[in-house]
């Protein structure tokens, strides 16, 4: 058997194979951030992976990215979460809710939020500084939304730390220029990110599996480093993290120009740092190179993103490719 179709069991997820569906947005919900039709559609037929991780849901109305995103930030939203999580799961896949704020990112709120007031260097949108009464705000929604992705039947939730978003901004040097606890050395940047973590894991208990996306390169001069990034990457372990799944980039997922599998060199080098599974991203078409990178232990899963979006069914192409 190969690699790539080799089971993984961690806390909990019992993965029939190595291949994770990462979260894309796809703008099918309503115009309140409910559940459609549509959705239904999208993930079934991408029902041959191991995980499916659900594009990024957002734990309070000012964190809302674009109009019609998954909303997570009240209890009506559940209904039709559960059912989309029960979908999923009766197709094979285990299923993850990913949970997020866009901060200084949003596109879609009057008056976006973010650690600074300080141009974000993708949405140029200029925020209003947090307080730290709003910041105890987020914990709790950020804590409240966990709690319906449990409710909901998700086998896990991802925390949503990459490409520019809320969590991403306060890691930045290049977002981030507070003066107080949060800001300045490296341990302050990761103050919040961590409190949500923590905030997170108190809520599902310590048998929940929950996924960090770590935005391991802001690549962005003067912004976050992978440097950086492993030192944060044990923390985020230590305080409740069981996988981590790493992308890079402020402005989203693609450099310009770059070749298959990019950010390998960002997930070989968190591997290194920590004993948790690693999820390896960033276009990766080919299965042969799929199950290559996982023999040479650069990543333990492999993100299948825009090749399974043009080809529904990769997951069974590839087993044919490398188990003949």
Known sequence: MSKLFSPLAVKGLELQNRIV?????????????????????????????????????????????????????ADKFIPGLKKLAAKIREAGPEVALQLAHAGSRSASCPEPVGPSAVPHPVSGRVPRELTKAHLAELLAAYRAAARRAVAAGFSAVEIHGAHGFLLNQFLSPLTNKREDEYGGSLENRLRFPLAVVTAVREEVGPSYPILYRLGAD????????????????????????????????????????????????????????VSVPVILTGGITSPRLAEELLQRGKADLIGIGRALLAEPDWPRRARRELEV
């Open 218 to 273: 802001d690549n962005m001069a003067g912004g976050f480093t992978l440097d950086e990034a492993r030192q944060v990457a044990p923390k985020l372990v230590e305080a409740g993290v069981d996988i981590l799944d790493i992308s890079g980039g402020m402005g989203g997922s693609r450099p310009a120009g770059a070749p298959p599998a990019y950010f390998a060199p960002l997930a070989e080098g968190i591997k290194e740092m």
């Open 21 to 73: 569906m990462p979260p894309m947005a796809s703008n099918l919900a309503t115009e309140e951030g409910e559940v459609t039709e549509r959705h239904f559609d999208y993930y079934l037929s991408r029902a041959g992976v191991g995980l499916t991780i659900v594009e990024h849901t957002f734990v309070e109305p000012g964190g809302q990215h674009r109009p019609k995103q998954l909303a997570v930030y």
